[in-house]
Structure formats: C-alpha cells, structure tokens
C-alpha cells in the first residue's frame, strides 16, 4: 500500500527490544511501504494518539527477528519520512557503562560514538553527494520534552532519569568482551546499545528531529560485583520498564503535538546537500526531494 494514500503522521515512534507495539494507538493501520531501500523492518503501524496521528515501528520486527545489524535502517527512515514524519522518538535496551546509571534508570543521551562496521549509513552516493552536521547529533528540545515526559511519571513508576550522555554503538549481536567493555568506558561512554546508529544519522538526513530514551537494563560485562549481561537478564529488566515506556511516549507525544519544536535538523540536508538537483536522473530527484520534504 502506497503512503500517498494515507494520512500523514508528524511523529513517529520506533520501538527497540520489548516494544513491539503501542497501546495507545487508536484505530490502528498496517502500512507496507516500499522504498528504494527495500521493506521496513515490519509494517508500519498508523492511527491516533489522544488526537494525534503517529506512526509506529517496530525496530526489529514484532517477532524481534532482526539482528541488529540485519535492521534495514535506511528503509525504516525513508519510509516515516514518506509518512510526513518530522519528529522521531526511539526507544532502546542499553547498558550502563557508568557505576551511577543503574539497571532500571533512564537516560536521554545527546552524543553517540559509532563503532558499527557493518552497515550502510547514509542515503547518499551513486550520484548523490550530501554532508549533513552531525555535530549534535539529537535535537536538543524533542531531547528536552522526552525528559519531561519522563518525569511527569507517576511516584508508583518513576524512575531516576540521567539528561544527556554517550551512546556507543557497536556491531554486536554478541555482548562485549571485558576488555573491550573497559575500554569504552576509557572513552567516557555513558551507555552502549547496538541499534540507535546509523539511524540518528539517517533520519538528520531525512531532517527528522530524533531523540532516544536509553533504557538500562545491565551494567554490560565491567561491573566487578555485578552479574555478566544475558539476554534473559537484559529482557527481564528491559519488560519490568515497558509499561513505563508506553507512558512515556503517549506523554511525549502531547507535548510535542502542544510545542511543535523547530529543529536544526528540519534544515539539515537543506544545508548539506552538495548535488544540484536538476543535475540528477527523475528517479534520484525523486528520492531526494522525499528526503527534503
């Protein structure tokens, strides 16, 4: 089904591990939408949100049968952004790389170190040149009412929220090794996570504002007294912090829809893009000013 023939959504919601669906969606669609990047990870979910319209996409399938590595991230951008997707919030399973962000705690990093190798990052080449600015990679203000919404938690389910931070990126799917955990903390490294790059540096080029909540689920393998990540340990914190996710994305996406925030990144290919259009086939054109909106 084509996105031209659906409503538009403004924001968009990407769930990561344990968030394979949104409660509060009413009147929900399925979406397949095709791309130059080939299929979504799954189909877009469509509907309202307290009167708002919202797309959202499950990260690695609602089966979670996508490795990190295997997420067709190109696909996931350029399909909310045919949705009219100017405000992406992404939900992730991370590990603290810090003693004082605890499992269970928060964090909305403002940074990231990327140490994929594997996958393709940019929308660009084959004819096409773009350098977008990644100096601050999230929008600061859809960073600043992600937090709030945490916070606006009830006492029964708050949690302790950490503003700002470096999320490492790594290939993955195995955890890290010892050595390579002491050494991202070497680098200052808040949290490490496997899936929220290239994504934030695709949807700057699709000029969608992006922020991520981090949800900490381990302490990844440093901890001298604290258990060695597993997927049964990360899962079972990640679920006890669902339902709170939920909270947090219906809140976030009020005071979105109240502030409608301008971002740097709504202009950012604006900026960076090199390429003359008129200088490019139809189809490229084509591709391109779907990015630009």
């Keep these: 089904m084509q996105a031209e023939t659906m409503q538009s959504a403004e924001i968009g919601i990407i769930g990561g591990s344990g968030l394979y669906t949104m409660e509060a969606l009413e009147n929900p669609q399925e979406l397949q939408i095709d791309t130059p990047w080939g299929t979504p990870s799954d ?15 499950a990260r690695h399938g609602r089966n979670h ?8 991230y190109r696909a996931n951008i350029y399909a909310l952004k045919k949705l009219g997707v100017r405000y992406l919030l992404s939900f992730s399973a991370v590990g603290s790389l810090k ?5 269970l705690h928060m964090v909305v990093p403002d940074q990231y170190i990327d140490f994929t190798r594997q996958r393709p990052n940019t929308f660009f080449g084959q004819g096409v ?9 999230t929008c600061p203000t859809l960073g600043e009412l992600l937090a709030q919404a945490v916070e606006t938690l009830p006492a029964e389910e708050s949690v302790t929220l950490h503003r700002g931070g470096t999320y490492l990126c790594m290939e993955g799917p195995q955890f890290s090794t010892l050595a390579e955990s002491r050494f991202y903390r070497s680098l200052d490294a808040s949290v490490i996570g496997m899936t929220n790059m290239p994504e934030a540096r695709l949807a700057r080029e699709a000029q969608i504002a992006y922020a991520s909540l981090a949800m900490v689920t381990d302490y990844d393998c440093w901890h001298p ?11 079972r914190n990640l679920m006890q912090n669902a339902s709170r996710a939920q909270q947090v994305a219906r809140e976030a ?3 979105i829809t109240h502030e409608q925030p301008e971002s740097a990144a709504h202009q950012a290919l604006r900026q960076g893009l090199v ?17 630009l909106g």
Excluded: K, M
């Design 129 to 137: 040149v773009a350098h977008v600015s990644l100096a601050q990679p």
């Design 99 to 103: 003693e004082e962000i605890e499992p």
């Design 65 to 72: 049968s996508l490795l990190p590595a295997e997420v067709p």
């Design 275 to 291: 390429t003359p259009l008129d200088a490019l086939s139809p189809d490229l054109r084509q591709q391109i000013e779907v990015l």
């Design 43 to 57: 189909r877009i979910l469509t509907g309202s949100v307290d009167g708002t319209r919202v797309a959202f996409l």
């Design 253 to 255: 996406i009020r005071l």
């Design 225 to 235: 007294s604290e258990a060695q990540v597993t997927a049964e340990l990360a899962i």
